[in-house]
C-alpha cells in the first residue's frame, strides 16, 4: 500500500480511499490546482499477471468507450515496475494502474436499510432512474456491464438530487463476446444479484444487468436481495428455481402493485423482463410516487467513510 506524498506514475497519493478484492483506490492529484483523480492499483506477481493485465485492459477499454454522466469517467492507464515507487514497495511485483474519475460519496450499499429501519424511497428511486440511464446507453454501445449491484454504484454526499455513477467495468464484456464464465468455470459477477442465464452459462443480453439492477434495488427497498441463503449453491439454486418473495412481505406498507413490477424485472426467462432498465424504473418511481414511508428514513450512515470499488 501506498502512503500520502509518494508519487505513482506521476500522481501524488494524498489519501488511501479503500480496496476491492483484488485492488486498492487512491485520491490523487498531477498538480496541486487540479481536480482531484482515482487512482487504482494492482500489485500483480508473474504467475497471474497476463490474466490480471487483460483484465485490466478490458476494464479500461470497455469503460473508455463509454461517455455518460452516470458511468464513472476513465482517463489513463499504464504499468510501471514495483521497486519504482518507494523502497517498502520493492518486490518482483509490476503495479497496473488506472486514472478515474474521483467521486466524492460513498457506495450505494450505505443505503441498505438495517434492522428496524425503513428505506430512504426518494433516494433508491432517484439512483435506480440515474443506474437505468447508465445501463441503457452502455448496451446501445453494446456493452454489458455484468456485475451491477449496489457496492458498484457511487453516491455524490449531498442525498437528493446527487448524481450517482456506475463502477468497475471488470467483467464487462461486449454484447457479440457476452462468455457467461470464467476460464476456470466459475461464474464472474455476485451471485447474489445474477440472473439465471449468467448461473446457468447461457447467452447473455442487456436483461441480464436489468435483472441485477432488479436485484439491487430490491435489496435497497427491503434491506435483504431477492433470495438471501447460506450458501452459494442455495443462492444459485433459489434464482433458478425458486419464485421472488413478495416486497409487501418485508415492507406492508409498498404498493403491492410492486410485487408483480419486481416479479417481471426479476423473471427467470430473460425474455420476460422489460425491454430496457428505464421502463423498469419508471414504473417502479410512478408505483412510489406519493407513498409516505412509516416513518423518517433513519440517519444514514452514508457520508461516515467513503467507500471506492
Sequence with gaps: MFGAGEVVAGYTIDEFLGSGSSAEVYRVHRDSSDDPIALKVLHTRPND?????????????????????????????????????????????????????????TSAMELIPERGAEPDTATVVEIGGQIAAALDYAHSCDVLHRDVKPANIMVGRNGIGSRSVLTDFGIAQLLDDARPLARNGRVQGSIAYAAPELLTAQRLSPATDLYALAASMFELLTGEPPFPRATAFAITYAHIHDPLPKLTRMRPWLPSALNSVFARALAKNPGERYETCTEFTEIVRRALRDVPTPDAPPRRRLWRRRHVV
Excluded: C, K
Design 49 to 105: 499477471r497476463q490474466r490480471v493485465r487483460e483484465r485490466f485492459e478490458r476494464e479500461f477499454s470497455i469503460a473508455a468507450r463509454l461517455h455518460h454522466r452516470h458511468i464513472v469517467g476513465m482517463y489513463a492507464r499504464g504499468e510501471i515496475d514495483a521497486d519504482t515507487v518507494g523502497r517498502e514497495n520493492r518486490s518482483d511485483a509490476t503495479v497496473l494502474w488506472m486514472a478515474m474519475e474521483f467521486i466524492a460519496g
